[in-house]
């Protein structure tokens, strides 16, 4: 479940089966902190329900994408 809850928001989801484990991972996460982007943008309708969302990356650079894949909109 958590697994999913991870790939599903955008996130990563670790396995530690050890406290030996824990400096590795945690060295790995502020890694990806310290070189992540965030994307935003407006969508030109605000109408309510789920809405898909694909990023797509140009050029030769070799990058990893994790993000989510759709958001939910509800009218207030």
């Not at 991870?6 to 990563?12: I, L, M, R």
């Not at 407006?42 to 109408?47: H, L, R, V």
Request: hydrophobic fraction near 30%; glycine fraction near 6%; charge should be positive.
């Amino acid at each position: 479940m958590l697994r999913r809850l991870a790939d599903e928001t955008g996130g990563q989801f670790y396995v530690a089966t050890s406290d030996k484990q824990l400096s590795t991972i945690f060295t790995e996460m502020e890694q990806q902190m310290r070189t992540q982007y965030n994307v935003s943008f407006q969508p030109q309708k605000e109408t309510p329900g789920y809405h898909s969302l694909r990023l797509e990356l140009t050029g030769p650079q070799k990058m990893r994408v994790r993000a989510r894949q759709g958001y939910y909109f509800d009218v207030p």
